[in-house]
């Protein structure tokens, strides 16, 4: 702005905008395109050089006001100036400037004013810590009108490459004449990520799949924080270059208001603020006709602005919107593409083949070799690893943290280590801080989501492994304090929660196992973990006492593959339950499904917990008939486990409670355990299995009748009663079958195969064999493969083979070591009937060798092995 030192303007009045139109013309000396700069004299000197010479650069032409430039007073110069110009741009420091006589403004906003409706580019200098509070306000008061923007800049260098850029966008847009533009933009611009992407195959052509489709227009990848959505849209995109007119990057991370997203939208394709018009509205005019992909990039903590791009779309119908966000947008037309976690290396022992075939462990090992060079997978490290990247959910950022790690520790040492996971950062300077370390990444997600979310992001973090919607509605609300449907909808919207498929109707939910950690936290923090992990293990009991009715019933699939998807949370809640002392929950939480634990092979897990169950102090306060069920389940277990004769007692006690209460169900299976203390041949042993088996018909429970009449033939094949195996057997086979319990049904078969063996009909033996066999392999049941392999190694005595049979023995009693059980009673005396025969064959020291190689195999193995020498 001129700072003039002359009297009062005065002389014929101004003819541009804002001035009448009376007076003389006062023309520039030459007819381009004008361009009038308005700043101080003195204090902007170098300024107006830098911006006069970048309005040169671009063949236009600088109007600037200098002071006795021209005989005519300083006001109707710069307003006759200002009136033929095409373009105003203002430059702003500290100095208001000059207010002449007659003026209540000074001569900079005077000129300001007198610009409106004109093009207008103004730039404020920053910092300015001295400027004068009338030019502060009046920057204020333009930001606040919203017509126009305010760009800073830090010295006369960089604001002439402002001027320059600004300029050429300004004109080719507003005047359709051919300006070119800034370096980079006009074709759009991609960053490369720092190294390659692993997998994703089927997600990279699923969305450019999407986006080759015109009708298609917006494509959101929505996931967790780490999963790789940046990536996988940078990849799309540079797959799709080639096809578009033009390909830009928005980068989004660092916007925290969503009124500023459109002019991150326009700075990336290189639109700068012009007049009144909104930001969008000239991006849309610099895209209109070209088929142009805008890459949207953590949309997430701005998702209010989506209904903005949403807009710009419909005013550009050729572009297209690939949009990354932790969270869906909600928006018409939106087509969204879940990201997962990297495929991880299946359960159990793997190779290093196995674990470089999954995703997760290609990834790890690349990052690993990235951090170590010297890193390989070899038969030490390839289960490390494995194990690793599963407890890391296939997580990428995850495992590429813990990878790097591997130059200070090898794999077998990090896996103790990641119950710090949250916490690990990553060594690469240029990380962005969101991403630095996985608390970070979450903590982001968790930011974004109301109090509300929050609440039941918390408190659903005691779920072990999944939950379906009644448990989130038992666990999630608090008095009723949340609609848990709604919330639980937002958190699978910002993607930390991730809904999974369940059994018939029956969704189920989830959270990575990290963000179940940060979760965890936040519910300790909130001082709400043992009110919440209480009506979570009050919920599950509830269930189970559903389910063991439900397991006995026409649905018993269903509720078996429902108690099988709560395996996990029953056993957690059964430990915090013993652990706070809670004998009657811990009793609700487990006695209702004995058929399922036993069914699962965790009854060497369950014989532990029972006995501390039993000597918690709450439990001297346990009702009578839930006292008498945890006498019962320590007792049996023993007797289970080896240790008959630490049972006979406690079983004595529950057969007369039972009695004095009329409990059938009780009294049978307690009467059923009492026997299996006794061998075989004690005169006590099959009264006492009829009456167990009388009374749990009586229960009415036909898969406990079933157990039990299986145990009854077990005595029966020890001695040597056949008919009686096969009546009893053939009872309990139908019962279990109309249970819809293959286990105890595979174990019966073994029983009458075994049976018909000794009787003479091999015919009917491999009949009865190959149904158990394929019920073994169904149910996948070491105890029963067990039992299996004591048949098939009869099968090879009888042949003569007794090498082969010792080692078939040998196998089964290695597989019945590795669950920690024991043989019953009539099936030990079988066993030893089956080892006399074997050394009388063999010889002591021959059938240790056999049986210890037999030992060394793996059973299903050996009963492959077995079958086919059988056969042969």
């Not at 947008?329 to 939106?334: A, I, K, T």
């Not at 119950?419 to 969101?434: E, Q, V």
């Not at 149904?771 to 003569?800: F, I, K, P, S």
Request: hydrophobic share 50%; proline share 8%.
């Amino acid at each position: 702005m001129p700072a003039p030192t002359g009297p009062a303007p005065t002389g014929p009045a101004p003819t541009g905008p804002g001035a009448p139109a009376a007076g003389p013309a006062i023309a520039t000396p030459d007819r381009r395109l004008r361009v009038f700069v308005s700043s101080t004299l003195e204090e902007l000197a170098e300024e107006r050089r830098a911006v006069r010479d970048a309005v040169a650069r671009l063949r236009l032409t600088p109007v600037l006001f200098e002071l006795g430039a021209r005989p005519h007073p300083p006001r109707d110069l710069y307003r006759a100036y200002l009136g033929q110009s095409d373009v105003f741009v203002g430059v702003y420091g500290d100095r208001y400037g000059w207010v002449g006589p007659g003026m209540t403004v000074s001569g900079l906003e005077d000129e300001l004013e007198l610009s409106a409706g004109m093009p207008r580019l103004l730039y404020v200098r920053t910092p300015a810590p001295d400027r004068d509070p009338r030019l502060s306000r009046l920057i204020e008061r333009v930001q606040a009108d919203g017509g126009v923007s305010t760009t800073p800049y830090r010295d006369p260098a960089g604001l002439a490459e402002l001027v320059a850029d600004d300029l050429a966008v300004l004109l080719s847009e507003r005047f359709s004449r051919a300006a070119p533009a800034p370096p980079g933009l006009a074709a759009g611009w991609l960053p490369t990520p720092p190294t390659p992407m692993v997998d994703r195959t089927a997600e990279l052509a699923a969305v450019t799949g999407l986006l080759r489709d015109p009708a298609v227009r917006l494509v959101v990848l929505t996931g967790p924080g780490g999963i790789g959505k940046t990536r996988l849209a940078l990849a799309a995109a540079a797959a799709l270059e080639p096809e578009r007119d033009g390909t830009w990057f928005v980068d989004l991370a660092a916007v925290r208001d969503p009124a500023d997203v459109p002019a991150a939208v326009a700075e990336a394709v290189g639109v700068s603020a012009e007049g009144s018009r909104p930001l969008l509205e000239q991006v849309a005019d610099r895209l209109a006709g070209r088929r142009a992909l805008l890459v949207v990039d953590n949309l997430e903590q701005v998702a209010a602005a989506a209904p903005d791009l949403a807009a710009l779309l419909s005013r550009c119908p050729r572009t297209q919107l690939l949009v990354t966000s932790r969270s869906v947008l909600r928006l018409r037309g939106e087509h969204d593409v879940p990201i997962e976690p990297l495929g991880t290396p299946p359960p159990g022992e793997v190779r290093p083949a196995d674990v470089a075939a999954a995703a997760a462990g290609e990834l790890f090992v690349a990052r690993a070799r990235q951090a170590d060079p010297a890193f390989a997978l070899t038969a030490d490290t390839a289960g490390p690893v494995a194990e690793l990247v599963r407890r890391l959910d296939g997580l990428p950022l995850a495992v590429e943290l813990v990878a790097a790690r591997v130059r200070t520790l090898p794999p077998r040492l990090l896996l103790p280590r990641l119950d710090r996971a949250l916490d690990l950062g990553d060594p690469d300077l240029d990380a962005p801080d969101r991403q630095r370390t996985l608390r970070a990444t979450i903590a982001w997600s968790h930011d974004l989501l109301d109090e509300r979310g929050r609440a039941l992001l918390a408190r659903l973090s005691v779920c072990a492994d999944g939950w379906a919607l009644d448990t989130a509605e038992a666990v999630g609300a608090d008095d009723g304090d949340l609609d848990v449907l709604d919330v639980l909808s937002d958190l699978v919207g910002h993607s930390l929660v991730t809904p999974t498929a369940g059994d018939g109707d029956e969704p189920r939910f989830r959270m990575l196992e990290l963000v179940r950690a940060y979760a965890a936290e936040r519910l300790r923090e909130r001082g709400e973990e043992e009110a919440t992990r209480a009506r979570w293990a009050r919920h599950l009991a509830a269930l189970g006492a559903r389910a063991g009715a439900g397991l006995a019933g026409p649905e018993a699939r269903l509720w078996r593959a429902r108690v099988d998807a709560e395996l996990a949370d029953l056993r957690a809640a059964l430990r915090w339950a013993v652990a706070t002392d809670r004998a009657e929950l811990a009793v609700r939480l487990t006695a209702p499904l004995v058929r399922w634990w036993w069914a699962h092979g965790l009854l060497p897990v369950m014989a532990g917990l029972a006995e501390q169950t039993a000597a918690l102090p709450s439990a001297a306060a346990l009702p009578p008939d839930l006292a008498a069920r945890l006498r019962w389940a320590c007792a049996a277990l023993r007797v289970t486990l080896g240790s008959p004769d630490g049972a006979v007692d406690l079983l004595d006690d529950v057969v007369t409670d039972a009695r004095l209460r009329d409990d059938a169900w009780l009294l049978g299976h307690g009467l059923t355990a009492r026997a299996m203390t006794l061998p075989p041949a004690d005169p006590r042993v099959v009264p006492l299995l009829d009456e167990g088996v009388a009374q749990l018909r009586r229960s009415g429970d036909g898969w406990s009748q079933a157990f039990a009449g299986m145990l009854r033939g077990a005595v029966a094949l020890a001695r040597g009663d056949l008919a009686a195996v096969d009546r009893v057997d053939g009872e309990a086979l139908e019962l279990a079958r109309a249970a819809g319990d293959d286990r105890i049904a595979a174990l019966l078969c073994d029983a009458l195969a075994l049976s018909a063996l000794l009787a003479g009909d091999p015919a009917r033996a491999w009949a009865r064999l190959d149904e158990a066999v394929a019920l073994h392999r169904c149910t996948r049941d070491l105890q029963g493969v067990a039992a299996c392999l004591e048949v098939l190694a009869g099968l090879a005595v009888a042949a003569g083979r007794h090498a082969a049979a010792a080692r078939l023995a040998g196998a089964a009693e290695s597989a019945r070591a590795g669950l920690g059980v024991a043989l019953w009673s009539p099936h030990r005396a079988l066993a030893d009937r089956l080892g006399e025969v074997l050394r009388a064959g063999l010889g002591a020291e021959e059938e240790r060798r056999e049986r210890a190689a037999g030992a060394a195999l793996d059973p299903w193995q050996a009963l492959d092995e077995g079958l086919a020498a059988a056969r042969a």
